[in-house]
């Protein structure tokens, strides 16, 4: 069993910058950050398998990094060059143990652990 937990939510300018964090009880190998905006369907957002490159959506890549503390059990994901349409719940989120790879972005379905969410606000 997996439990995850979010913080560093808040309220930030246009252009600023935002660090989210999520400690895992658990373990497992695939963490991914998925993001949903009121009346919009679950994006995901990044995705990162132990030791190898992560990835991202087309709408973060170049802006969003996601990263690992493995001794920490903690994923991160830094957020640069925020825009309005930044704006949305922030879910870490973490796959089975036993996958060898993380699931596609788009099937949100495929990570059964879910943390609770911290609120993110790009706002003037």
């Known amino acids: 069993q997996v439990q995850l937990v979010e913080s560093g939510g808040g309220s930030v300018q246009p252009g600023g910058s935002l660090r989210l964090s999520c400690v895992a009880s658990g373990y497992s190998y695939c963490m991914a950050w998925f993001r949903q905006a009121p009346g919009k369907e679950r994006e995901g957002v990044a995705a990162?398998?132990?030791?190898?490159?992560?990835y991202y959506a087309d709408s973060v890549k170049g802006r969003f990094t996601i990263s690992q503390d493995n001794a920490k059990n903690t994923v991160y994901l830094q957020m640069n060059s925020v825009k309005p349409e930044d704006t949305a719940m922030y879910y870490c989120?973490?796959?089975?143990?036993?996958?060898?790879?993380?699931?596609?972005?788009?099937?949100?379905?495929?990570?059964?652990?879910w943390g609770q969410g911290t609120q993110v606000t790009v706002s003037s």
């Open positions: 990162i398998y132990r030791g190898y490159t992560p």
């Open positions: 989120v973490a796959a089975d143990l036993l996958r060898t790879y993380c699931p596609p972005l788009r099937l949100p379905e495929s990570y059964p652990y």
